[in-house]
């Protein structure tokens, strides 16, 4: 089921939290929202499930408007909200057959549907106990199986791994990968390594924007265009050779790599090498040329880049 963002635009107060942005998740994709503190994709996850009316935009899941039709937005939504909000002194199954009389599922669908997500969200060892009396973890677990018990069509998860152990964090990951096989999935999160295991599609999100759009590989190609050097020239004063190198015709920027010694991190203009201009600086210096070696670029360096100004 697509999900379509169309000049979505929330304001509070003066402030764009969101601002104006337009995207389509399609069917069978798992979207991660990439982006720093404050960056709109609590708001903008917000606005899809109806929790929060946007100022200007519209959102439509399966065609239906969050406008003209919250409600049925409502039933093809599953939602984890970033806090996670369990009622905790109810029971593992109590809570979860009490969510799906909320959503209305057929007295007769409860049982299995509980069963059935049990199993999925691996609750099986737990599934006797109060919610209080469960590791961060297994609650995380519950707020899945709240979010799946109706089987939406599309699921809404806002940092679905936020204060688990690296343990419980791989676990949900795996899981929603599989349940992302089959339904539409977007998730929040701030850790690069989480949205590169877990989704096809990254949005890096700054300051109410989308600042990139595309899979890892994608967003890593699309820096690619910028060589970034690693460089250690030796027999020279460091800032002598900080200002020769920041003085050739390719480069954009150069930096220390670390004070004390003479390696530098040289990036070069889109579209240029400075590698046999920075050879032939040192032979005409005559200083060492004692390392040159291309960086791969990190995703670490494509969001830093996008999302530090
Ligand atoms: P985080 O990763 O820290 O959860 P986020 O990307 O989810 O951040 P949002 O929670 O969407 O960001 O917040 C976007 C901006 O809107 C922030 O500057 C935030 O302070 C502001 N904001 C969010 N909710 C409210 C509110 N209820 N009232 C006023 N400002 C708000």
């Not at 917000?46 to 009316?53: G, N």
């Not at 093809?76 to 109810?90: Q, S, T, V």
């Not at 609750?123 to 106990?129: N, P, R």
């Not at 050097?229 to 050779?241: F, P, R, T, Y």
């Amino acid at each position: 089921m697509d999900i379509l963002v169309e000049n979505l635009t929330k304001k509070y107060g003066i402030q764009k939290a969101v601002d104006d942005i337009t995207f389509k998740v399609k069917t069978g994709e798992v979207l991660g929202f990439l982006g720093p503190n404050g960056a709109g994709k609590t708001t903008t996850m917000k606005a899809i499930t109806c929790y929060l009316a946007p100022n200007e935009g519209n959102i439509k899941v399966g065609g239906y408007s969050i406008k003209d039709d919250p409600e049925k937005v409502k039933q093809l939504i599953g939602y984890l909200p970033e806090h996670n909000p369990l009622y905790e002194d109810m029971g593992v199954i109590d809570y979860l057959k009490f969510v799906a009389e909320l959503h209305n599922i057929p007295k007769s669908n409860i049982k299995e549907r509980i069963v059935e997500m049990v199993k999925i969200c691996g609750l099986e060892g737990e599934k006797h106990k109060k919610i209080s009396e469960l590791s961060k973890g297994y609650q995380q677990r519950v707020g899945l199986a709240q979010a799946l018990i109706h089987d939406p069509e599309v699921l809404i998860l806002d940092e679905p791994t936020s204060g688990l152990d690296p343990n419980q964090i791989v676990e949900i990951r795996e899981l929603i990968r599989k349940i992302g096989q089959k339904k539409t999935v977007i998730l929040s999160s701030h850790i690069l390594a989480e949205v590169e295991a877990t989704c096809d599609r990254i949005m890096i999100i700054s300051k109410g924007k989308i600042v990139a759009d595309g899979s890892s590989d994608q967003l890593r190609k699309q820096a690619q265009g910028k060589e970034i050097l690693k460089i250690s020239i030796e027999g020279a004063d460091k800032n002598e050779v900080y200002t020769a190198l920041n003085e050739l015709d390719s480069v954009a920027y150069v930096d220390f790599i670390s004070k004390s010694s003479s390696s530098f991190e040289v990036q070069s203009r889109p579209e240029m090498t400075s590698k046999r201009a920075v050879f032939q600086l040192c032979v005409d210096k005559g200083w060492y040329l004692t390392e040159l070696t291309p960086t791969e670029t990190k995703l670490e360096d494509v969001f830093r880049e996008l999302t530090m100004n």
